[in-house]
């Protein structure tokens, strides 16, 4: 199988960095002018987003990479996943957020990998329709149907590494 190799979208990362900065200032001021609970609960939010993001973008190297290997989303934390782990995929779209869900056999395995908080926001992602592991294509120029169609290909090909 020929790689896929998706990279961040810089620019894109770099401006919801400052976006997610310029409301946890808002969350600061809100704080200032005695509206607390909305102001930390901003600050927290918004903070932890624009240090989040920041790290994201300032990350050297591939964000996602599809071989034969499986497939890599360094955003998930759990390393490459095997084909033969993958049963299944889909598409989710929310507003501007677009995602391949990746249907695991055995999801538990890759989920114990997990820090508290991942599985918590993991718990949180299948309330929400997605799967416990779903590629997140955003902030990248990369078209959620053809990945999802090249993984659906991929997982239905001939297992002897034929693709």
């Known amino acids: 199988m020929q790689p896929l190799t998706i990279g961040k979208w810089g620019r894109f990362l770099w401006v919801m960095a400052i976006a997610s900065a310029a409301m946890a ?3 600061l001021l809100l704080i ?3 509206q607390r609970i909305v102001g930390w609960m ?3 939010l918004f903070g932890a987003g624009s240090v989040s993001i920041a790290y994201q973008a300032r990350q050297s190297g591939p964000r996602i990479i599809i071989d034969d290997t499986g497939v890599f989303d360094r955003t ?7 084909w033969s782990e993958i049963q299944g995929a889909f598409v989710k779209r929310l507003g501007a957020a677009k995602f ?6 055995e999801p538990e395995r ?4 997990l820090s508290p908080i991942k599985q918590r926001m993991v718990a949180m992602n299948r309330q929400l329709g997605y799967t416990d592991f779903s590629v997140n294509l955003t902030g990248t120029t990369a078209d959620p149907d053809a990945v999802c169609e090249l993984i659906l290909k991929r997982i239905r090909a ?3 590494g034929a693709a």
């Open 42 to 44: 901003n600050l927290l």
């Open 110 to 113: 890759f989920r114990s990998k």
């Open 25 to 27: 200032l808002a969350g």
């Open 158 to 160: 001939p297992s002897d």
């Open 76 to 82: 998930l934390g759990v390393g490459a996943i095997p």
């Open 32 to 34: 200032i002018s005695g």
């Open 100 to 105: 391949v869900c990746l249907e695991l056999r």
